[in-house]
């Protein structure tokens, strides 16, 4: 097993290992008077919550569970008042735990729950994808999102664990296998060339899993410990993100994160290269390891209409937002641009469908 300390406000570690779950019980220390709301979705729910359950079973405390439907329309004020209200009715107090038990939408929504239920309770956090084992469930972001921006509502709330367990991406389909493919690309492109081309060889990849999903997480970790708070370096784990969000929202979400993000982090790689910032050779690596991971590229809508939604993007600052730019795979920094100068980037890098 591996462990990941991460030291932030509130330290914890993050377990990886095929069952690690099976341990929750003994890592956490949980004490019987401790009860847990277990937050999950209907998928995950109806192929894994027995294997929580028996795992957690050794507590002997008593288990309540909140189901929600799959998708990103799942991270709504609805839905927060509802899990909110259920744990009223269930007596849940400071000294038991939620366990969002899922993928991001499922991480997101508990952890805000967590944050502002009795001004804040423990959770744990259980992912289910690939992508929130990578990105989402490491570094106490958490969120709800508004009807025409996401992630907009929310707060850092940092978890008291966080168990990747391989077992539960047995069943991952390959879109949301992809998906999370999508935030691994990004981590090779900021920080780790050599994690960037391991990424090439689609054929070795089930073998390398395992490390690949640790690498990822310990630069996450670098990147929250000097930041927490996303004031600085960690915005560069935004690389992709306001053209990505804004194709989430045009979509209604049919377009999932892993993808949008594939799609922006093409989009501002080949406005680097026509800019003579990054060379000709990464953008084909670039374009080369997201097809290998069947992922797309091509903006699928206008500029036009995606610059209004960044324009309302969560991260501006005033007139001015910062967007990551690639000066090489591995090598990335962050720039401020106004929006009209971010639209002329952007339009140097459009592709489209
Ligand atoms: N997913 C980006 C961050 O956690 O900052």
């Given amino acids: ?51 929580l359950a028996k795992a957690l079973s050794k ?16 991270k709504s004020f609805d839905n927060l008042i509802s899990l909110l209200e259920f744990m009223a009715d269930k007596d849940i107090n400071s000294k038991d735990v939620l366990i969002a038990f899922g993928g991001g939408v499922v991480g997101d929504l508990g952890g805000f729950a967590a944050a502002i239920y009795r001004r804040g309770i423990d959770y744990i956090q259980v992912p289910t994808t690939l992508l929130a084992q990578v990105d989402s469930s490491v570094g106490g972001k958490t969120a709800i999102n508004l009807s025409r921006a996401k992630n907009m509502v929310g707060s850092f709330n940092q978890p008291r664990a966080v168990f990747c367990d391989r ?7 390959d879109d949301e296998f992809a ?20 990424l090439m060889d689609r054929g070795r990849l089930d073998e390398n899993l395992e490390p690949i999903i640790a690498r ?25 993100h306001s053209l990505a969000h804004s194709i989430e929202v045009i979509s209604n979400h049919t ?30 690596l670039i374009k080369e390891v997201i097809q290998t991971h069947n992922l797309p590229f091509k903006l699928p809508y206008k500029l036009s209409d995606m610059m209004e939604i960044i324009r309302k993007d969560k991260k501006r600052r005033g007139d001015y937002i910062n967007e990551i730019l690639i000066r ?6 962050l720039e401020q ?15 489209h469908a």
């Fill in 1 to 51: 097993m591996k462990e990941i300390l991460v030291k932030v406000s509130k330290p914890y570690k993050i377990y990886i290992d095929h069952g690690v779950i099976d341990k929750i019980s003994d890592l956490v220390g949980v004490d019987r008077s401790r009860r847990f709301v277990v937050l999950t979705d209907k998928n995950v729910d109806s192929l894994y919550f027995e294997t």
């Fill in 59 to 74: 507590t002997k405390s008593d288990i309540f569970k909140f189901v929600i439907e799959p998708g990103e329309d799942s």
């Fill in 167 to 173: 077992q539960f991406l047995h069943t991952l389909a």
């Fill in 179 to 198: 998906c999370g493919m999508g935030e691994v690309i990004k981590y090779g492109i900021l920080f780790d060339r050599d994690l960037f081309l391991k």
């Fill in 216 to 240: 990822c997480i310990s630069l996450k970790r670098d990147i929250v410990e000097e930041d927490e708070f996303d004031t600085g370096k960690r915005q560069l784990l935004n690389l992709g």
């Fill in 255 to 284: 377009i999932k994160h892993g993808k949008a993000v594939a799609i922006g982090i093409y989009t501002v790689a080949l406005g680097c290269a026509k800019s003579g910032l990054l060379p000709s050779g990464d953008l084909e």
């Fill in 328 to 333: 090489k795979i591995g090598d990335t920094y």
């Fill in 337 to 351: 641009f106004d929006f009209d100068g971010l639209e002329e980037f952007f339009k140097n890098g459009v592709s």
